[in-house]
């Protein structure tokens, strides 16, 4: 069985981004970066499916400029079996990115893809369904327990009335919730192997794939500064305040 994961860098979590002056983007100069934290849970995922006795292999992918290879070690370390990084400096929109998960896909005849429920940079929660859409295989979405058994998978997932459990085919795409797992720390002999593991680099082009952005980004703003809250003395008092407001 093969195993597709994604790992995009993103800007740490921990980060207070910050919106260029001039609204263009957000400022990542000597901002730290990492492997998007829902991807961390899709590549654990995938190890402890290996782990749990299945014959296995784990790829890593990355789509991005040359930089992401230092995340894709990190997922090297953590225990995937070898890399590919799909090198450009483009701007990537999900539409671009499942393309790319299609035909390495169909170029690995893999079997199982995950990825992350969204990413916390552009947070569109779309890739997965549209890998899903072009490769025409089932999707099991926001998953918090993944089971497989034989060819098919036993999915819990979180949906807004709480949890689903659907039962997919494999080949199959999967992105991952929160609560699915908690990641493995990463030890010093793990980043010391992870040097000598495969890391193949492809180009853009070499896919077929065509950066054609399908959305423009007109401009970058920081969230509203929030205005600071009021204590009123009683129920009298706060409708009135809600009144004089325009609320009420
Ligand atoms: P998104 O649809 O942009 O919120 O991303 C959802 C998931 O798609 C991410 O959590 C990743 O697993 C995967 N993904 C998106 N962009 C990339 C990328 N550039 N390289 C690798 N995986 C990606």
Redesign the pocket.
């Known amino acids: 069985m093969k195993i597709l994961?994604?790992?995009?860098?993103v800007v740490d979590f921990s980060v207070r981004v910050q919106v260029k002056k001039d609204g263009s983007g957000v400022n990542t100069d000597g901002v730290k970066l990492g492997i998007?934290p829902?991807?961390e849970i899709?590549l654990e995922e995938a190890l402890r499916i290996r782990e749990r006795g299945t014959q296995a292999e784990v790829v890593a992918?990355?789509?991005?400029p040359a930089e992401?290879q230092p995340q894709l070690r990190t997922a090297l370390a953590m225990g995937a079996d070898r890399a590919i990084l799909?090198e450009t400096g483009e701007v990537?929109q999900?539409l671009m990115?499942a393309r790319v998960?299609h035909e390495l896909v169909k170029r690995e005849n893999a079997d199982l893809v995950?990825?992350?429920?969204?990413?916390i940079d552009?947070?569109?929660?779309?890739?997965?369904q549209?890998l899903a859409a072009l490769w025409d295989r089932p999707q099991a979405t926001f998953a918090s327990k993944v089971e497989l058994k034989d060819k098919t998978l036993m999915v819990t997932r979180e949906v807004d009335a709480g949890l689903e459990t659907i039962e997919i085919d494999l080949p199959a795409v999967i992105?991952?919730d929160l609560r699915l797992n908690t990641p493995r720390f990463v030890k010093m002999p793990d980043i010391m192997k992870a040097r000598s593991k495969p890391l193949q680099v492809l180009k853009l082009e070499e896919l077929g794939v065509t950066a054609a952005p399908k959305l423009e980004v007109t401009s970058y703003a920081p969230p509203p500064q929030r205005v600071g809250g009021k204590k009123v003395e009683d129920v009298t008092a706060l409708v009135a305040t809600l009144r004089q407001r325009g609320i009420l």
């Open positions: 994961v994604g790992i995009k860098r998007n829902f991807d899709a992918v990355s789509i991005g992401v799909v990537l999900p990115v998960f995950i990825l992350g429920k969204q990413a552009d947070d569109s929660n779309q890739t997965g549209m992105t991952t």
